[in-house]
């Protein structure tokens, strides 16, 4: 079973991004034996031109497997099923 990209992109003091790292931490330890591994990769967009252009309104910005999958705010739920089915 390949494991499923999950980006996080923000930027350090950010209370949203903050909450959404701690929302997909929770959401990854909690996954059932037999998922799928979850590789997670946090970018700041401070640190890429690109980036910041892109999501400088809506950080955080979460991707499941390279595609949007939520910004501002992450739901639990939401997220469990995107990970589960990204496949």
Not at 7 to 25: S, W, Y
Not at 26 to 49: A, M, Q, R
Not at 67 to 75: A, G, L
Request: hydrophobic share 40%; charged share 30%; with cysteine.
């Amino acid at each position: 079973m390949s494991a499923v990209s999950l980006t996080l992109i923000g930027k350090p003091g950010c209370h949203l991004c903050d909450d959404a790292r701690e929302v997909i931490r929770t959401v990854v330890d909690g996954l059932p034996d037999g998922s799928p591994s979850v590789e997670v990769e946090e970018l700041s967009i401070l640190d890429d031109p690109a980036l910041h252009e892109k999501y400088v309104e809506e950080i955080p910005v979460v991707l499941v497997g390279g595609r949007m999958h939520t910004y501002w705010r992450v739901d639990p739920a939401r997220l469990r099923t995107a990970i589960l089915e990204d496949r």
